[in-house]
Nanobody, 124 residues
Framework: QVQLVESGGGSVHSGGSLTLSCAAS????????MGWFRQEAPGKEREGVA????????SYADSVKGRFIISQGNAKNTVNLQLNSLKPEDTAMYYC?????????????????WGRGTQVTVSS
């Protein structure tokens, strides 16, 4: 059973930056597709944000392209998400997600494994 452990998040003013990190445990030597999705509030739509696929391809939602950067961490099956030029509309719970399959950004919320989420709050 893969467990995803997230760190980072917090509160910043508009224009600020944050870095989120996620590590997948208990998956051995195989490579996962890993990414992030966000949800403004419970019951609201889940939006795929950024993806590092198992084949190395990186993709972003249009809403964050040019501002967010996803990268592999120092260890296998770890991923970082750098959030730059943050806007109040970026405020949400951010979830790390992982899957054995190649994914598309819109399908990140359908990934097999999720983390517990970390809150990002951007004030104007």
């Amino acid at each position: 059973q893969v467990q995803l452990v997230e760190s980072g998040g917090g509160s910043v003013h508009s224009g600020g930056s944050l870095t989120l990190s996620c590590a997948a445990s208990d998956y051995g030597d195989s490579t996962l597709s890993m990414g992030w999705f966000r949800q403004e509030a419970p019951g609201k739509e889940r939006e795929g944000v950024a993806l590092l696929n198992m084949d190395g391809q990186i993709s972003y939602a249009d809403s964050v392209k040019g501002r967010f950067i996803i990268s592999q961490g120092n260890a296998k099956n770890t991923v970082n998400l750098q959030l730059n030029s943050l806007k109040p509309e970026d405020t949400a719970m951010y979830y790390c997600a992982a899957d054995r399959r190649v994914l598309g950004v819109p399908s990140i919320p359908l990934a097999y494994w999720w983390g517990r989420g970390t809150q990002v709050t951007v004030s104007s």
